[in-house]
């Protein structure tokens, strides 16, 4: 059984920060892909970024200088610093872990941009 924790999410002026974490529990395999997606009111789930357990990054064009992920393997957990938010970053947040042919999903933090 996997279970992933998300924490961090809430409320910020525009142009704040925000940093979410994310803690994977259970058996996890030593190769995996750890990420976030997002999902705003009325919109599809889009990516934020992941990052492998080899230290490979990938982030979607729209979150490149804003945001970084990390990640504590030894821990499990990954990291979402989001700097200089929009309101359009106002989303649920949802962590994301594959493992080989499993997906796995958090529960999701909101973010809520506003003044």
């Known amino acids: 059984q996997v279970q992933l924790v998300e924490s961090g999410g809430g409320l910020v002026q525009p142009g704040g920060s925000l940093r979410l974490s994310c803690a994977a529990s259970g058996s996890i395999f030593s190769f995996n892909i750890m990420g976030w997606y997002r999902q705003a009111p009325g919109k599809q789930r889009e990516l934020v970024a992941h990052?492998?357990?080899?230290?490979?990054?990938n982030y979607a064009d729209s979150m490149k200088g804003r945001f970084t992920i990390s990640r504590d393997s030894a821990k499990n957990t990954v990291y979402l610093q989001m700097n200089s938010l929009k309101a359009e970053d106002t989303a649920v947040y949802y962590c994301?872990?594959?493992?080989?042919?499993?997906?796995?999903w958090g529960q999701g933090t909101q973010v809520t941009v506003s003044s």
């Open positions: 994301n872990l594959q493992m080989s042919v499993y997906n796995y």
């Open positions: 990052i492998s357990s080899s230290g490979g990054i």
